[in-house]
């Protein structure tokens, strides 16, 4: 089973850019599709972005699009997040997640409950 552990997170200015890793062990990242998540304090678990590891497309909630990126580097078995232009509404603990499925398209991948291994979270300040 993958383990993945996530790191980069930070206090920022809001326009500020950020990048966040998710690390894997234990198994090749590349096996997995892999969501971002994130969560504010008394809100729900959030799907932000999903890397297909069927076909390497990519997927973003209409709030981030044209500010987020995922990325990754299987030689370092590890995905990125790359948050730009950020704003003090994406102030969150985020989560990187590897899917139940292998080979998954990423469909309906806002919902928590389609990736199996999670991180611990890093969290993202983003003051005005």
């Known amino acids: 089973e993958v383990q993945l552990a996530e790191s980069g997170g930070g206090l920022v200015q809001a326009g500020g850019s950020l990048k966040l890793s998710c690390a894997a062990s234990?198994?090749?990242?590349?096996?997995?599709?892999i969501g971002w998540f994130r969560q504010a304090p008394g809100s729900e678990r959030e799907g932000v972005s999903c890397?297909?590891?069927?076909?390497?497309?990519?997927y973003y909630t209409d709030s981030v699009k044209g500010r987020f990126t995922i990325s990754t580097d299987t030689a370092k078995n590890t995905v990125y997040l790359h948050l730009n232009s950020l704003k003090p509404e994406d102030t969150a603990v985020y989560y990187c997640?590897?899917?139940?499925?292998?080979?998954?398209?990423?469909?309906?991948?806002?919902?928590?409950?389609?990736?199996?291994?999670w991180g611990q979270g890093t969290q993202v300040t983003v003051s005005s």
């Open positions: 997640a590897a899917s139940i499925w292998p080979d998954y398209d990423c469909s309906g991948y806002r919902l928590p409950a389609f990736f199996g291994s």
């Open positions: 234990g198994s090749t990242i590349s096996n997995y599709a």
């Open positions: 890397l297909s590891n069927t076909d390497s497309s990519t």
